[in-house]
C-alpha cells in the first residue's frame, strides 16, 4: 500500500502562514487530496487533484505538489482553522489516507 | 444538492455481518463518473478507505479486509450498501460514505453512523 507520512501536529498563531507537507512512499501523480476534520464532524474536501481548490472553501487554503511530495498552506491561518487536516491519494490501489496533521492555535 | 445518509445496526456481536446502507439524492449512480465510497474510523483514530462502487459497476475493495467487504447499489432507489463480515472489536468504527466524481476526491459526505462490535 502507498503509505502517506504528515507531521503530527502543528502550533501556529492566527495570521500565521502554515504548510502542512504529505509524503508518498510511491507516486501518485497529482491524484492527491487533502482534508479538513474538526472534532465530532465528517471530513470536508479542501484541495482534490493536489492543487484544485474545492467550491466553497475559502482562497487562504491552497495545495501544490506532485509525484511524493505534496503541501497544504493555509494563509493567513484563523482561529476556525483548529482541525486534523489529512491528505488521501487515489492513485495506486488501495486509497490511502495520511494518519493526519492536528493544526492548533497558539 | 448533494446528501447522503449512512443507517446500520448501531451494535452488533462479533461474528455477525454488518449491513450498511447509504441513501443519497442529489446524483445519479448510473451517471458517469460518479462513485460511492466507504470510509471507517475508529474513535480517536485516522481514517481508513473501505470501498467504492462507480457508477458502471466496478467496484474496489480494500484488500487489508481480505474478501470480508461486498459493496453493492441500488441505483433505482438511490443507494448504496456495505457489507462486512465476520466482525469483531476492531471494526468497532463510525463509518461514512462518500460521494466522488473520478478522478476527484470525496467531495460530500454523509454524517456517519457509529457501530460497535461488542458482545
Known amino acids: 500500500d502507498t503509505v502517506l507520512t504528515q507531521s503530527p501536529a502543528l502550533a501556529v498563531s492566527p495570521g500565521e502562514r502554515v504548510t502542512i507537507s504529505c509524503r508518498a512512499s510511491e507516486s501518485v501523480s497529482t491524484l492527491m487530496h487533502w482534508y479538513q476534520q474538526k472534532p465530532g464532524q465528517q471530513p470536508t474536501l479542501l484541495i482534490y487533484?493536489?492543487?484544485n481548490l474545492e467550491s466553497g472553501v475559502p482562497a487562504r487554503f491552497s495545495g501544490s505538489g506532485s509525484g511524493t511530495d505534496f503541501t497544504l498552506t493555509i494563509d493567513p491561518v484563523e482561529a476556525d482553522d483548529t482541525a486534523t487536516y489529512y491528505c488521501q491519494q487515489s492513485w495506486n490501489d488501495p486509497n490511502t489516507f495520511g494518519a493526519g496533521t492536528k493544526l492548533e492555535l497558539k | 444538492q448533494v446528501t447522503l445518509k449512512e443507517s446500520g445496526p448501531g451494535i452488533l456481536q462479533p461474528s455477525h455481518t454488518l449491513s450498511l446502507t447509504c441513501s443519497f439524492s442529489?446524483?445519479?449512480?448510473?451517471?458517469?463518473?460518479?462513485?460511492v465510497s466507504w470510509i471507517r474510523q475508529p474513535s480517536g483514530k485516522g481514517l481508513e478507505w473501505l470501498a467504492s462502487?462507480?457508477?458502471?459497476?466496478?467496484?474496489y475493495n480494500n484488500p487489508s479486509l481480505k474478501s470480508r467487504l461486498t459493496v453493492s447499489k441500488d441505483t433505482s432507489n438511490n443507494q448504496a450498501f456495505l457489507k462486512v463480515t465476520s466482525v469483531d472489536t476492531a471494526d468497532t468504527a463510525t463509518y461514512y460514505c462518500?460521494?466522488?466524481?473520478?478522478?476527484?476526491?470525496?467531495?460530500?459526505w454523509g454524517q456517519g453512523v457509529m457501530v460497535t462490535v461488542s458482545s
Open positions: 442529489g446524483f445519479s449512480l448510473s451517471t458517469y463518473g460518479m462513485g
Open positions: 462518500a460521494h466522488s466524481q473520478y478522478p476527484q476526491g470525496f467531495d460530500y
Open positions: 462502487i462507480w457508477w458502471n459497476g466496478n467496484t
Open positions: 487533484l493536489a492543487s
